[in-house]
C-alpha cells in the first residue's frame, strides 16, 4: 500500500487560490506536510516561466489536524503555468513533489501543477452528472409510427436482438427520436442526473449517425429542428444542460461536401479532404473505412464553414433557438491529424475561441481513446471521454478474471487480471499530467456506446463499487443510458439496447442506486470540485478523501472484505456514514474500517478550516494528532 500521510497537494481550493486567474495575476499555492513525515526546514515552490527555472520561498501559515500548510505567491506569467515543490529537511533530504507523487530525485516538467490562464470552463461543468442517450435506441414517440424507414434501414421492432455483428450492425433501424427522449425526462430527472449528452443527430446513412451527410439540420427520422429546440427547452426547464456530438475528423461518404468534390478537382470543397489521386476518386477515410472521409484542417474555407466563427457550424447549434449547451468532440485524438499535418491544437482552438464567442457558459469534450496528456492541457477542451485513467483500470480491478472481452481494443483477448494498486498507480499515471481544472471535466465512464457493458464482465456485487467511484474521484460521472436498467453488452454495438421501459418496476432497485450515488455525488461540496487525497491503497481496497472547507467526504471501495486502520491525521474528525455499509471505528493511533466486499462505502467528515489566503506566514496554532 501507499503510505497515507504525505506530503499534498492538488488544484483545489484548499490549495489554490484562483484556478481561474488572468495572466500577470498573483496566485498563492500551498503545499501541506504531516508531522509524521518530519518537518521541512523550507520548501521552495520551483516555477517554469518561459521554460527557465525559478525558486519561490513558501512561509508556513498554519499547524492543523497534525499537518503543516506552507504558502507561497506566484505570478502567473504564462497561460499554463507550472510548479512544483521542494522540501528541504535537516537531515539532508530533498523531496519533490509534483501531480504524480513525492520524488526523490528531480522531476520532469509534463507531471507539474499548472494553473491555467486560459478562459476558464462553465462553473457548472465540474459539478454535473452526465447521461449519455444513443438516439436511436432511447425512445419512440408515437410521432415516429408516422415516419417511414430510410431506404439505407433495416427496420426493428423495439423488443428485437441487436445486431453487433457483421454488415447489419449500422443498418438496424428502431426509430427512436428527440421527442421520445423528452416524454422521458421525468426518467432522467428521478436518477438526478444534470446534464444530457446526445449522439449525433444530424442526418445520415447509418443508426449511429456519425458519418453525417449535413450539418446544417437535425435528422428529419429524429423529429428535425424544432425536435431538438423543443428537447432543449423542456431539459433547461428542468435544470439539465444538453450537449450536442460533432465529427470533426470526418463526415459521411455521401455528405454534401464530399459529394460535390468526389471526382471534381475543381470544386471548393475539394480542399476539405486529402485525395490519393489527381481524379479525386481515392481518399483518406478514418481507418480506412471507405464511408468516412477524413477532413484535411489545412483548409481555411472549412474552418471558415465549420468551426470559426458566428456563421460556423459550431456555432449555429449553440446560439438561439437551439441553445445546445456545449459540444462532445468524436475521435478528437485524430482530428487534425494525418502524416506530416498535426493541426489538432489549431482545430481545438478555434472550436473553443467560436464557443467562447458565442456563448461562453458552455462546455466542450473530446474523444481521445488513449493517453489524453498533450492534447488536454487547457488550450482548447475542457475535457477528455477517455478510457486510460478510469474505465479501463476500474474493469481490470472489477471484472471477472479472463473473461473475454475486446477491453476497447487492446489487443488482450481477456480483460487483464488486476489489484488495486495497479488501478491507483494506473489513474495517478494517466492524470499526473493532466491540469487539475480539466481533470474535473474528463468523464468518469463506465461503459458508453463504444463499449461492452461494465456489468456484462463484472464480478458479483462490482456495480456499486464502480458506480461509486464514478461519482467520488475527480470528474464528471456518466451513465450510459439503460446501465440503470441493469442492461449487458458484449461489444459497443451490443451495449446499444433499446431502453425496457416496460421494465421500469422490475429495475426498481437498480434505478434507485444509481439514483442513490448520484444524490451522494449531487448534495457533497467536497466532490464537486474538491482536492483528493489517497489514504490507503492495497490489493482489495481502496480509500481516499474528498476534501473541502465545508466538508470532507471518505471513501472506502472494496472488491473483498477488509479490516484495516488508518493512521492518526489521514482523516480528521468523527466519521458519519452517509453511504453504505462499512464500519468506522476510532482505535488507538488511528481509524479501523471494516467492511464486506464487494461494497462502497462514503463517510461525511468535517471540512478543513484554514486561515485566508496571503496570511503573510504567519503561524496559527492549533492541536495536532
Known sequence: MIEALLPHHDGSPLHVSNDAPGLGEAVAVRVRVPHAHGSPTSVLVRSNPDAEPRFTAAAMITTAGGWDWW????????????????LVFDDGRREWLNAGGLHVIETRDSEDFVLLAHPAPPKWGRSSVMYQVFPDRFARSALAENREPPEWAEPAQWGDDVVHVGPSTPLQYFGGDLRGVEERLDHLARLGVTMLYLTPVFPARSNHRYDALSFDAVDPLLGGDEALISLVDAAHARGLTVIGDLTANHSGDAHEWFRASHLTPSAPESEFYYWLDDEQRSYVSWLGVASLPKFNWNSRELRTRFIEGEGSVVAKWLAPPYNLDGWRIDVANMTGRHRSDDLNEVVRRIIRQTMIEVNPDTLLIAESTNDATADFQGDGWHGAMTYANFTRPVWAWLSEPGRPSSYFGLPFGTIPASSGKLLHDAHVRFTSGIPWRVRLHNM????????????????????????????????????????????????????????????????????????????????????????????????????????AAEESILVVAARDGYDLVLPACAVAGAPERIFGSAAALAVHGGLRLTGAGPSFTAFALPGVVLPAFGGNGIKHASPGC
Not at 504558502?71 to 521542494?86: I, K
Not at 463499487?465 to 464514478?470: E, R, T
Open 71 to 86: 504558502e507561497a505567491v506566484v505570478e502567473v506569467e504564462n497561460l499554463e503555468y507550472r510548479y512544483r515543490f521542494l
Open 444 to 547: 468518469n465512464a463506465l461503459d458508453t456506446h463504444d463499449t461492452p457493458r461494465f456489468r456484462t464482465h463484472a464480478i458479483e456485487g462490482a456495480v456499486p463499487v464502480a458506480f461509486g467511484l464514478s461519482v467520488t474521484l475527480p470528474g464528471i460521472p456518466v451513465v450510459f443510458a439503460g446501465a440503470e436498467f441493469g442492461l449487458g453488452g458484449d461489444d459497443g454495438e451490443h451495449s446499444r439496447t433499446p431502453m425496457p421501459w416496460d421494465g421500469l418496476e422490475e429495475a426498481k432497485d437498480s434505478i434507485d442506486l444509481y439514483a442513490a450515488l448520484i444524490r451522494l455525488r449531487t448534495a457533497h461540496p467536497a466532490l464537486n470540485g474538491g482536492g483528493m487525497r489517497w489514504v490507503h491503497v492495497g490489493d482489495d481496497v481502496l480509500a481516499f478523501v474528498r476534501e
